[in-house]
């Protein structure tokens, strides 16, 4: 492989860097309103949240990139940029799986909690920020990191629907060119894992550091 085809590669792996990375700060944010929702003592807001998981969990990720991609065009507005479409899609989808995964911590921490919380005076929200959320933070880190880097191995999708331009998206344009698929796919992988790896030393450093702090 020379230089210019492994700059390239490395082009791509920029490319599911950024996409992934900010599908994991919208998806997050948008997951812990889910999450939230789905707990809520409000019963409207519950179901809601609810239709919005099971309705999301039901759409292949596929037709979700085609519908963020071609959708506004169909509907007569401006064509929109596919890293925005992708990450639009990629946020919707991953938002319900966190909500999911985050609510299940939530309600893993014991009543007593809630309840000792409430002995002090704190107010709901007081009580979700300072007691129940940090507990939480600490059931949810293992599968919260596992769900990122499934993420980063979604954003290839991206490239079989809109085109974008990431990892496999660019070892597939070289293949085509060369038809040497061990070599160019191959180091697709290992630059998947140099992306994966460090996730799951941070989570396991995470993971330790929060145990610390709550023994």
Request: overall charge positive; charged content about 10%; aromatic content about 12%.
């Amino acid at each position: 492989m020379n230089p210019q085809q492994f700059d390239y590669l490395l082009q791509g792996a920029w490319g599911t860097v950024v996409l992934s990375c900010l599908t994991f700060v919208f998806a997050g944010l948008l997951g812990l309103l889910v999450a939230l929702s789905r707990i809520s003592p409000v019963r409207a807001v519950r179901g809601a949240a609810s239709l919005y998981i099971q309705s999301i969990q039901g759409t292949p990720l596929l037709v979700l990139m085609g519908v963020c991609f071609y959708g506004p065009n169909l509907l007569g507005m401006t064509s929109v940029p596919a890293l925005f479409a992708a990450t639009l899609a990629l946020t919707i989808q991953s938002s319900a799986y966190f909500g999911e995964i985050w609510r299940g911590c939530l309600q893993s921490v014991a009543k007593n909690q809630w309840e000792a919380a409430e002995c002090l005076g704190l107010s709901r929200l007081q009580r979700m920020v300072k007691v129940i959320l940090p507990q939480a933070m600490r059931i949810a880190t293992p599968p919260t990191v596992g769900f990122m880097v499934q993420i980063v191995k979604n954003t290839s999708i991206a490239s079989l629907v809109i085109g974008y331009a990431e990892l496999s998206y660019n070892a597939k344009i070289l293949n085509n060119s060369t038809f040497e698929p061990f070599l160019y796919f191959g180091c697709a992988a290992v630059l998947y894992f140099v992306i994966c790896y460090p996730l799951s030393r941070w989570s396991r450093k995470l993971e330790r550091r929060l145990n610390v702090a709550h023994s």
